[in-house]
Structure formats: C-alpha cells, structure tokens
C-alpha cells in the first residue's frame, strides 16, 4: 500500500473522538481515519449501486442483446453433456 500525505482540518469534537478511538484499539490517528474513509468510501459504492440498479434494470429488460442467454441461466451443463 502507498500512502500519500494529505492534510485535512477536523472539527476540534470529531479530532477527539478519532483520537479517544485510537487510543481504545492501539492506533495511531492517521489508521482510524483511514479505515473510516474506507467505510465511508464502501459505503458511498454501495449507494451508487443501488440507485443505478433500477436504471440497468430497465435497460436489460428491454435490451434484446442482453436477455438473449437468460434462458440458459438455470442450464445444467454437465447434464447436458
């Protein structure tokens, strides 16, 4: 992993708490903020994803070349071979 050197500005309550957690779990500062980007990263995906999902959607039920193997989802390939 490389890391590169940002500077933010917390509130003086949210640097508290970041750094009370660190304390708790035996990190440093900069690791709990980085795995709470990360959460909030994975979280802000997750979002994206479900608001684009109703739009695929509609596009692969009405998008011929997309639905042309549905019908082979549930195949069975070794029976059939």
């Known amino acids: 992993m490389v890391l590169k050197r940002v500077q933010i500005i917390l509130e003086q309550d949210q640097r508290r708490q970041i750094a009370r957690i660190a304390e708790q779990e ?3 500062i900069s ?4 795995e709470l980007l990360q959460l909030a990263l994975k979280e ?3 979002q994206q994803v479900e608001l684009a999902a109703p ?3 509609e596009d692969y039920r009405s998008a011929p ?3 042309a193997f549905t019908a082979l989802d ?3 390939w070794e029976a059939a071979g």
Request: charged fraction near 35%; glycine fraction near 10%.
């Open 44 to 46: 802000r995906q997750k």
């Open 74 to 76: 549930g195949e069975d």
């Open 31 to 34: 690791a709990v903020i980085r």
């Open 55 to 57: 739009i695929l959607q």
């Open 26 to 28: 035996g990190k440093s």
């Open 65 to 67: 070349e997309l639905t």
